[in-house]
């Protein structure tokens, strides 16, 4: 079975412009998460999406939306582009996405760079 | 909220034990998890211990919790130079029922030959 995926691999962009990533998770699982990993950090909670919708959000402006297709893969926008907005972006899959424990299913990321 | 904290570097021999430390807040947390990232990619979920366990051994891989101390940590047996990546410890931030891991900056492991 086919892991995670995320398109592009990299993207570089100008600041002020808008940008879309896509996951596609693994065959089956119907939640996707998105995470913000910046250069030397640990990945930062953004978005997460079950059965299409929205279950948590995390501490991001309203430049970064997403949302979540029927067939459970996922986009992320990012509105007016910031230097600060430079990072490896992760989508996790997972079977479930509320209660207890799950295991998250990491793809490879997508390295955004705003010049 | 809850905030993870770990050494940035750790540095061994081929063949020693590698240690990894973590200090969690969250005293309600039921598990922690312990990911690894390769250079270039994303997230492998390692391990994981339950809260109600003091050890779970899985192979060359040993996890203590000291729930007293919020402290948990990563004992690696053996390491290999294929060992040597970013490890970073989480835990689940439980508000709004969606239990999303909150992670640490992680630890770079450097395994010398």
């Known amino acids: 079975d086919a892991g995670v995926t995320q398109s592009p691999t990299h993207l570089i962009k100008t600041r002020g412009q808008q940008v879309t990533l896509r996951c596609s998770p693994i065959s089956g699982h119907k939640s996707v998460s998105w995470y913000q990993q910046v250069l030397g950090q640990g990945p930062q909670f953004i978005f997460q999406y079950y059965e299409k919708e929205e279950r948590g959000r995390g501490n991001f402006p309203d430049r970064f939306s997403a949302r979540q297709f029927p067939n459970y893969s996922s986009e992320l926008n990012v509105n007016a582009l910031l230097l600060g907005d430079s990072a490896l972006y992760l989508c996790?899959?997972?079977?479930?996405?509320?209660?207890?424990?799950?295991?998250?299913?990491f793809g490879p990321g997508t390295r955004l760079t705003v010049t | 909220g809850e905030d993870v904290e770990q050494s940035l570097f750790l540095s061994v021999r081929e063949g020693d034990s590698s240690v990894i430390n973590c200090t969690y807040t969250?005293?309600?947390?039921?598990?922690l998890y312990w990911y690894k990232q390769e250079p270039g990619a994303g997230l492998q979920l390692l391990t994981y211990?339950?809260?109600?366990?003091d050890m779970k051994q899985d192979q060359r891989l040993t996890v203590l919790l000291n729930k007293k101390d919020k402290h948990l940590s990563l004992r690696i047996a053996d390491t290999q130079t294929g060992d040597s990546a970013i490890y970073f410890c989480a835990e689940p931030d439980a508000s709004g029922g969606s239990y999303i891991p909150t992670f640490g900056r992680g630890t770079s492991l450097i395994v010398h030959p």
């Open positions: 996790a899959s997972s079977l479930s996405g509320q209660g207890g424990f799950y295991e998250q299913y």
């Open positions: 969250d005293s309600s947390s039921t598990y």
């Open positions: 211990i339950f809260s109600n366990m």
